[in-house]
Antibody, heavy 117, light 113 residues
């Protein structure tokens, strides 16, 4: 059974940092590119970041470039998102998404990040 | 960036009737390899999204055959042949041909009349 479990969300003040994790099981993690996609409350889906299966290539949405860093540990079947200099507009549910050709093979349940003073 | 535009944004449908959602891209989604990387996602209330269709018209395993994807170039359609109660939710198209960034449509909310 495939499991994708995000964690690390919570309430943080503007300017603060959080590190999200996504632990997967039930599929060969190292064979998948991985993404972070977010969804602000009541809004649509927005792509945030991608990392290739080896962990050597990363891309970011302009809105998070320079503030967020995606990484992975294939030995631990875990994806990470380090988020710095957080802003109110970063408030969203963050989903971890698998990609073996196109994004969307697997989705987690999401973790809520709230940026507020 | 490729802009994805969906219509309608709200879609009331009678149970058992067909439904159709349009998605247009600001540029052709045909990749240099000949494939069209247009995906459709369903997000039921309170749930995570799940992919229904990938690469224009390929249905995911487990997705009922009443769902179908079609189109070409910049115009795409998701069709539901006979809407069931479990189809209520928001549907998104997403392109993965020209990235970064990957871009989604605004979403279409399907409800039962």
């Amino acid at each position: 059974e495939v499991q994708v479990v995000e964690s690390g969300g919570g309430l943080v003040q503007p300017g603060g940092s959080l590190r999200l994790s996504c632990e997967v099981s039930g599929f060969t993690f190292r064979s998948y590119d991985m993404h972070w996609v977010r969804q602000a409350p009541g809004k649509g889906l927005v792509w945030v970041s991608r990392i290739d299966r080896e962990g050597t290539g990363t891309t970011y949405a302009d809105s998070v470039k320079g503030r967020f860093t995606v990484s992975r540990d294939n030995a631990k079947n875990t994806l990470y998102l380090q988020m710095n200099s957080l802003r109110a507009e970063d408030t969203a549910v963050y989903y971890c998404v698998g990609d073996r050709g196109s994004p969307g093979d697997y989705w987690g349940q999401g973790t809520l990040v709230t940026v507020s003073s | 960036d490729v802009v994805m535009t969906q219509s309608p944004l709200s879609l009331p449908v009678t149970l058992g009737q067909p439904a159709s959602i349009s998605c247009r891209s600001s540029q052709s989604l045909v990749h240099s390899n000949g494939k069209t990387y247009l995906n459709w996602f369903q997000q039921r209330p309170g749930q995570s999204p799940r992919r229904l269709i990938y690469e224009l018209s390929n249905r995911e395993s487990g997705v009922p055959d009443r769902f179908s994807g079609s189109g070409s170039g910049t115009d795409f359609t998701l069709k539901i042949s006979r809407v069931e109660a479990e189809d209520v939710g928001v549907y998104y198209c997403m392109q993965s041909t020209h990235w970064p960034p990957y871009t989604f449509g605004q979403g279409t909310k399907l409800e039962i009349k």
